[in-house]
């Protein structure tokens, strides 16, 4: 029966790749580095991904079936063992709470994580939280359990995807639970990100991560974003949403300026839309830092031109996965070695920075996809990097992004 569900897996996913145009197939994506975009001061870790953070994994599962569906859903686990058992202390900031995040009351309540985390789309968060806890309960050690906070965050997809189907299995949640892996993180038009739109341009899965000097204490931060937001788009100050002519508000500015002619955006693009941010990292911090830590991945985003406007959904939750400040579920006492207040400097800038670079990610590595009867294009990397030269943007190491990108 194993190797039969195995098989049809398989068979799911190859009939899905089938399914995808070959023109989208074949789109040469290129991460934000590659462009030489590189926010921030201090240097990425071995995948330039949040499982650069020691024991956090990241399993995907894209559904993409027929002409209707294109969702899907992403786990982050947050360390190789029960996470009901042994949890991490964890925060979330709410930037802009128009949106659905199952279970975060109670993260905010007592600081702490007792499952991965989920993605996925807006009316499937209810099947994933479910589907995640019966795969928790049948855990091993897990009989005696009776209560149990499955968190799950959410964007929605429903210009991309036939969203009131609500097309997302259990079967799909266990997949991507069950092939969490650490390594290279795949982004763009995947997973959880497989439908989601953002500036304009097609948005998806994004990821960074950070790792602070020896005298700074060498933590290593990562970040995974869920872009489907809106606003007014900039990459290191380059206004590209500008020079791309999508952005929001776009047709009240032409009119404004008594230009109808230039009116060409959407009549109702009002920046709208929801990204999670989820932020991991090493460094022994207690849920009250992290709420710190969480608050600054709004910077991050600021720095990409949102303005998290009064439809999205703008949510961020962080995590420590050091030992010293882990929690026993059965636990009376609590000895915990934690940062203090004035260490915090340096994992906020490394956060901001890390935010920033993996919504760039999640927007340059996404492809075009059609689907529910639209095309959203994926940014055209070209012209960006055009309007990055020509606007004289250099990355901290002074590339020239449009150099970098000639040299490969």
Same mark, same amino acid.
């Given at each position: ?44 870790? /071995?995948?330039?991904?949040?499982? #650069? ?10 559904? +993409? ?13 947050? +360390?190789?063992?029960?996470?009901? /058992? ?6 979330? +900031? ?115 991560? /950070? ?47 008594? #230009? ?149």
């Amino acid at each position: 029966m194993a190797c039969c569900t195995k098989l049809r897996g398989c068979l799911v996913l190859a009939v899905a790749l089938l399914a995808i145009p070959i023109s989208v197939q074949a789109q040469e994506r290129q991460r934000a580095r590659d462009l030489g975009v590189a926010p921030g001061i201090f240097a990425p870790g /071995r995948w330039n991904a949040i499982t #650069d953070v020691a024991g956090v994994r990241v399993g995907q599962v894209t559904l +993409h079936e027929g002409e209707r569906i294109r969702t899907g859903v992403t786990a982050i686990l947050p +360390h190789e063992g029960n996470a009901y /058992r042994s949890r991490v202390p964890a925060a979330v +900031h709410v930037g802009n709470g128009f949106g659905k995040f199952v279970g975060i009351s109670q993260v905010a309540e007592l600081g702490e994580l007792e499952t991965p985390i989920l993605l996925t789309c807006t009316l499937c968060v209810w099947k994933a939280a479910d589907a995640m806890a019966e795969w928790m309960l049948e855990r091993p050690d897990m009989r005696q359990v009776r209560s149990i906070n499955p968190v799950v965050g959410e964007t929605n997809d429903g210009g991309l995807n036939d969203i009131r189907a609500r097309p997302l299995s259990a079967e799909a949640v266990r997949r991507a639970l069950e092939g969490a892996r650490t390594g290279p993180v795949q982004e763009g038009s995947v997973g959880a990100g497989t439908g989601t739109v953002a500036f304009g341009w097609k948005g998806g899965i994004g990821t960074s991560s /950070r790792v602070l000097p020896e005298s700074l204490g060498g933590w290593t931060v990562g970040v995974l974003v869920q872009s489907n937001y809106g606003g007014v788009l900039q990459v290191l100050g380059a206004p590209v949403g500008r020079e791309l002519d999508r952005y929001a508000f776009q047709n009240a500015v032409a009119q404004q300026r008594g #230009d109808a002619s230039q009116a060409s955006g959407p009549a109702d693009d009002r920046g709208d839309g929801s990204v999670i941010v989820i932020i991991a990292t090493d460094a022994p911090v207690d849920d009250r830092n992290l709420g710190r830590i969480a608050s600054r991945a709004m910077m991050g985003l600021g720095r990409t031109g949102s303005s998290a406007s009064n439809g999205s959904g703008d949510y961020a939750l962080a995590f420590s996965t050091a030992a010293s400040v882990r929690r026993a579920y059965d636990a009376t006492r609590l000895q915990t070695a934690q940062l203090a207040n004035e260490e915090m400097s340096a994992l906020f800038q490394a956060s901001v920075d890390a935010v920033e670079e993996a919504v760039y990610n999640s927007l340059f590595m996404a492809t075009t996809v059609s689907g529910n009867g639209k095309t959203v294009e994926a940014i055209p990397l070209d012209r960006v990097r055009e309007i990055l030269s020509r606007h004289g943007v250099r990355s901290a190491s002074g590339d020239d992004p449009a150099a970098a990108g000639d040299a490969r």
